[in-house]
């Protein structure tokens, strides 16, 4: 069993932050992300369904932006607890958890899914990891 975490938003912590060196001049991919995710945000929308759409795209570009900044790090976490489980692979999990190669490793198996799906709803949207309040 697992109970909520606090995370907090990536891009909250770190406003403005680079997500790299930049390949090219400024703005870089975060500023223009940011400021597209400003402009739908801040936009005059002249009825709901498009004021809808807004948040929608508003909120893809958000994810995209904690993509960014988390995912090379994510990555090499998710590949380090594969590999600390003997598994190359997410279909090499599931196959050694349906096979019951990893019964005697139940807790790690849960820490390591619990992790990936933190890190995963971290990028989504990181308040669906809280009780809502």
Known sequence: ???????????????????????HDRPDAAALIDAAGAFLLE???PDERL???????????R??????????AHRAAH???????????DAD???????GA??????????AIRASIIDKLTVA???HLALPG
């Open 43 to 45: 936009a005059e929308q």
């Open 79 to 89: 590949a380090a607890r594969l590999r600390g489980l003997g598994c190359a692979s």
């Open 125 to 127: 949207n990181p308040r």
């Open 1 to 23: 069993m697992t109970s909520p975490v606090t995370v907090a938003d990536p891009l909250a912590a770190a406003p403005g932050a680079p997500s790299g060196p930049p390949a």
């Open 93 to 99: 999990l599931a196959a050694a958890v349906r096979d």
């Open 102 to 111: 990893l019964d005697d490793r139940r807790d790690e198996v849960v820490a």
């Open 63 to 72: 994810i995209a932006r904690r993509e960014l900044l988390l995912g090379e």
């Open 51 to 61: 004021r809808f759409h807004a948040r929608v795209a508003a909120s893809a570009l």
